[in-house]
């Protein structure tokens, strides 16, 4: 076996907003026959997720950071060229952390098999993926959303918020989306029912609008974004509300220690609960989330939304246009050539 | 029944650091006889607390504001000079959140009965009263420290620092108090044991403090000061960490909204959870708080401290300089004329 691949590199680190020049595409030969357990994979779908910017940073933090000239990697849905591992055959599909690359050769190990059966391949990178399990566990094992409750959501048209949206309304809470464009604000509305939508880009004062949409207060703040749209929310925190920290986006290409009002006056008034979190902590839940998810998405209670980018070599792009809120729902890139 | 009483009124609404004048003294002049259940009280013990500077103030909080021209009011011991209540007779000690007179009628369901035969009458405002259920819920429900971690607390030397701290040493835990003096820390590490003390008064890099005195980081801290001391105790936290917002003394006098560096991308990045509360969140467990208080002061394991300033006419000066540090434990004021 011979075949020549195309990866993406760290090339340089960003600072501030990424761009395209920090990456680097480099192709490589891989030649030698599979070892036992070996898979040999091509890409299929590869994701792109705002967590990815804190790992090309330097700095150490829950994830190692990637490491400069080597190939970015994320979450990737491949399907098997050739196997050397029982229960695995060419033409499955499979889901593992694996690098930005055209075709990779890997230990059965660090990938799971997929059931398209169940959802779509890409659902796995979304719906029934990272994606789906971080909507879930944030909202209902931290949020812990009560019927009738006030459930504000930034970010609200993207990957996660359009999942915990569906959710939150399953459990019978008022939902109001916080997003940065009319055509989200249409899109929250007409296809998933949300009950406000606030778009931060508007004139008018952020506190005002959102005291507008929600004149019972904020119970469950999930808050994907940070920055001010988030001073805005906790302004309208009821007592013992509870906010979600699940993404700061607004911050991920901040080039100094951001600043803003004390929120901890305010956390300790209204008896605030504040959790950040990242969905690893739930990994003993993850069956658990996963049956539910799939249940919903069997009965088109959740609906998944994706923006998928043709063409491998588009992936930097992809992922610096996760900043401007380009995406709507579950950001992927897609391989032009995915026949096997 | 005709007697002349004191009182402090809130004059003018303070603006920063309340001064003397925002109080003003005021003789009254009660008379009639006492109504069924009512109570003829005379204040011995008077508490002054940091959470009362917010009441001073317009804006509506957890608790109404106090109003001007009337009586400051809080936690007060007093005892009974005349009873219309069976089971309550003259010489009783009662608690209750009564106004800063010296005499008062109050009806009898303001206030409960003490036992001073557990505790003396004064630690009803300290360990055996909402001071030490504060430290008692926010330590161990919230904070919930495990043996072997290590708990950063800040007002250290204060009311609720200093149980605080006892409670968790009792737990096997590692604990650390920062203060804002030298005999502060001595206080720590003779009478409490305390494992390691931080004066944030030091011209040394309080980040770099921390990091020495808890070589590996904290897991738990108990803040009753918020601003730039806790901003270099949240750099040092550990993942999972929990943050028990007690009080923001520091920030309580500010003029304008506090700025600081965002903290939620610490909060988000090392999944540590925020928890603001207020004690009566607890009320339903306040028997199991008290039952275990009471106990722990029995068998000597919990030492309260308390600065106890005499004079009825001292009240506004004690509230005035809890800002300033100016106690060790609970601070109250002593009536001088405490016989009935």
Same mark, same amino acid.
């Given at each position: ?11 340089? !680190? ?27 994979? !091509? ?6 997720? #705002? ?22 990697? @994320? ?6 060229? &050739? %196997? ?5 055959? *060419? ?10 690359? *055209?075709?990779?050769?890997? +230990? %059965?190990?660090?990938? !799971? ?31 812990? #959303?009560?019927?009738?409750? /006030?459930?504000?959501? %930034? ?29 989200? &604000?249409?899109?929250?509305? +007409? ?12 004139? +008018? ?8 949409? $929600? ?30 920290? $699940?993404?700061?986006? %607004? ?8 600043? @803003?009002?004390?929120?901890? #006056?305010?956390?300790? /008034? ?12 739930? /990994? ?7 049956? &539910? ?13 994706? /923006? ?12 610096? +246009?996760?900043?401007? @809120? ?15």
């Amino acid at each position: 076996m011979t075949i020549k691949i195309k990866q993406f590199v760290l090339l340089k !680190r960003p600072v501030g907003v990424p761009v395209e020049s920090n990456f680097s595409l480099k192709t490589e030969t891989i030649s030698g026959d599979l070892k036992e357990n070996e898979l040999h994979l !091509r890409g299929i779908y590869y994701s792109v997720d #705002p967590y990815m910017r804190g790992r090309m940073n330097g700095a150490k933090s829950y994830v190692a950071p990637f490491a400069l000239n080597e190939p970015i990697s @994320g979450a990737v849905i491949a399907r098997v060229v &050739e %196997s050397k591992k029982s229960g695995l055959i *060419t033409g499955d599909f499979v889901f593992g952390q694996l690098p930005w690359a *055209t075709e990779m050769v890997v +230990d %059965s190990s660090s990938v !799971r098999k997929i059931d398209v059966q169940i959802g779509k391949a890409s659902d796995y990178l979304g719906v029934l993926g990272m994606t789906g399990l971080t909507a879930y566990f944030g909202l209902l094992k931290i949020g812990q #959303p009560i019927s009738g409750e /006030t459930v504000v959501v %930034s970010g609200a048209a993207g990957a996660v918020g359009t999942i915990v949206g569906q959710i939150a309304k399953m459990k019978g809470c008022k939902v109001i989306g916080i997003v940065g464009s009319g055509e989200k &604000e249409k899109l929250l509305k +007409d296809r998933f029912n949300f009950d406000g939508m606030i778009n931060y880009k508007s004139k +008018d004062d952020l506190v005002h609008l959102i005291k507008n949409a $929600c004149p019972n207060g904020v119970d469950v703040y999930f808050d994907n974004v940070g920055g001010e749209i988030s001073d805005a929310v906790i302004q309208n925190m009821n007592f013992q509300g509870r906010i979600v920290l $699940c993404g700061q986006i %607004s911050l991920y290409n901040s080039k100094e220690i951001p600043m @803003g009002p004390r929120i901890q #006056p305010i956390l300790l /008034t209204k008896s605030i609960l504040m959790q950040g979190f990242i969905v690893s902590n739930f /990994t003993e839940q993850f069956p658990e989330g996963l049956a &539910e998810l799939s249940k919903w998405v069997k009965e088109g209670k959740i609906e998944a939304i994706e /923006t998928i980018i043709e063409g491998f070599e588009n992936l930097p792009k992809a992922f610096i +246009d996760l900043f401007s @809120g380009k995406n709507v729902g579950k950001m992927m890139v897609m391989a032009k050539d995915i026949a096997l």
